[in-house]
């Protein structure tokens, strides 16, 4: 019997029930299609996984395909190979303009915009996007009736009359609104506006050498943020990003509004049934008189090896390819709520009346695939679609550490200027230790290679300097 070619793919582990079942029934799945191919699937820690992959490669055991995190995009363009070559190949230069793979159609023109913005580098699609997610507004609806309010807030001045609103109800909510100080609403936040978290477009032109977290786009952000919390209206946990506090205050109804990932909506949706309430889902709230500009995405993406054997690539591209075929793309969609990220995927539950079921999951592709009805239209989009490049940035899990404690300083009675200005000091000197650690042979060191610090070293898994000792003596 011919021996089959392996494919290995390594894939953070979520540890959402069922999470890794279904990437071993998608690996068996595929095998049945193609059966001279043996898919092995194995699930990484989350927190880790980029520090994983590179000592792998550093030891010549390199799997085939690498799901990272968004976060870390600009290390995996970065990493290198042990012989310095780049570890990492361009899955669009890898298909040359095929239109299927060993019988598989290629779909990268149908992946949704949003997500081919993001993952586009000098107009080449480098790795297929594999999870979806954008910023929501959640709120429950029965504590919005009592208040007379019949429609969920659209714009910041909108979020603030119906604070207003609730904070004068005598049965009303301790707090009207909260969120989780997290980096991924500071992205939403500048990408509405058009704003900027480095130079040369946001890494897009050329790599990211200057950051500043003091602009006027977050200033007015942090502004308007700091004004809700002033006036009493949004709940300051205290945590960063302490998104089980926030998700705590809205399902015990001390909160009547709470913005977050589009990825909450089962979450969410569960815990109205739970406690006893109505449940509404509407877009991010955007400033009333700034130019809308677009959406800032946040997931994961599946990036393949360089200098693959011929029928090992040709299998891994038909992985990638027939993963986000309509059929497959639609159930994971059902399986864990992450965005459908391909129209077909999007049409084919559609035509199926699965969002007629569960309207809850439309907000999130209908939020990201068209300007908000009423807002002000920027230049610099083009078409229906709003742009969604965002921020390519080497440490962006330190970056992003930076502003929210920032922010937490803020919060806490710290002038927002002066303080985003000391976080714009700060944050350069990561960026720059970023670059120095990436011209000695591709970024290896576990701040270069982090996710999300925060949220790592809360979970007790925090980069130790072991990790790196492994990838250095590895590497030679």
């Not at 071993?24 to 820690?45: I, K, L, M, N, T």
């Not at 109205?272 to 995405?297: C, H, L, M, R, T």
């Not at 994971?332 to 007629?356: I, V």
């Not at 502003?403 to 720059?432: K, S, W, Y």
């Amino acid at each position: 019997m011919k021996s089959r070619t392996v494919i290995d793919v390594w894939v953070p582990d979520l540890t959402f029930p069922g999470w890794m079942d279904r990437w071993y029934q998608q690996a068996a799945d595929f095998e049945r299609r193609h059966p001279e191919y043996e898919v092995r699937v194995s699930g990484q820690d989350f927190w880790t996984f980029p520090l994983k992959v590179a000592e792998a490669s550093a030891a010549g055991r390199m799997p085939a395909l690498a799901e990272y995190y968004f976060y870390a995009g600009q290390a995996a363009r970065d990493s290198l190979a042990p012989d310095g070559s780049p570890m990492f190949t361009s899955v669009e230069k890898a298909l040359a303009g095929r239109t299927e793979v060993l019988g598989e159609p290629v779909v990268l023109a149908d992946v949704i915009k949003p997500l081919r913005d993001y993952y586009t580098y000098d107009g080449d699609l480098a790795c297929m996007p594999s999870v979806g997610t954008t910023s929501l507004l959640y709120a429950n609806k029965d504590i919005l009736r009592r208040a007379g309010i019949d429609a969920l807030p659209r714009t910041w001045r909108e979020v603030e009359e119906v604070c207003d609103v609730l904070a004068a109800m005598k049965d009303g909510p301790a707090y009207p609104i909260t969120w989780s100080d997290h980096g991924t609403f500071f992205q939403q936040a500048l990408a509405i506006q058009g704003g900027l978290l480095v130079d040369n477009h946001n890494g897009r032109t050329g790599p990211a050498t200057t950051v500043d977290l003091a602009t006027n786009e977050m200033l007015t952000w942090v502004e308007w943020w700091r004004g809700l919390h002033a006036k009493g209206h949004y709940l300051w946990t205290g945590g960063i990003p302490d998104w089980a506090g926030t998700f705590k205050a809205f399902a015990d109804q001390s909160a009547a509004i709470r913005i977050t990932s589009s990825n909450d909506v089962n979450y969410m949706v569960q815990a109205a049934k739970a406690n006893g309430f109505d449940i509404e889902v509407g877009i991010f709230p955007y400033p009333d008189d700034i130019p809308y500009v677009g959406n800032a995405v946040a997931g994961t993406a599946i990036w393949m090896a360089n200098h693959l054997d011929e029928a090992t690539q040709e299998g891994a591209l038909a992985f990638l390819m027939w993963l986000h075929s309509p059929r497959v793309a639609a159930e994971r969609h059902k399986a864990n709520s992450f965005m459908p990220l391909t129209h077909s995927s999007f049409a084919l539950l559609e035509e199926e009346g699965w969002f007629d079921q569960h309207p809850y999951h439309r907000v999130a592709s209908e939020h990201v695939n068209a300007y908000p009805e009423g807002a002000i239209r920027s230049v610099r989009a083009t078409g229906e679609v709003p742009i969604s490049e965002g921020a390519l940035i080497g440490d962006f899990a330190g970056n992003q550490d930076v502003m929210t404690r920032a922010m937490g300083d803020v919060l806490n009675g710290a002038d927002p200027v002066t303080r985003f200005i000391e976080a714009t000091a700060e944050a350069q000197r990561l960026l720059d230790a970023y670059h120095a650690d990436r011209l000695d042979g591709g970024p290896t060191s576990p701040a270069s290679l982090r996710v999300e610090h925060f949220a790592a070293a809360a979970a007790g898994r925090d980069y130790s300097a072991a990790d790196l000792e492994k990838v250095v003596k590895l590497r030679g």
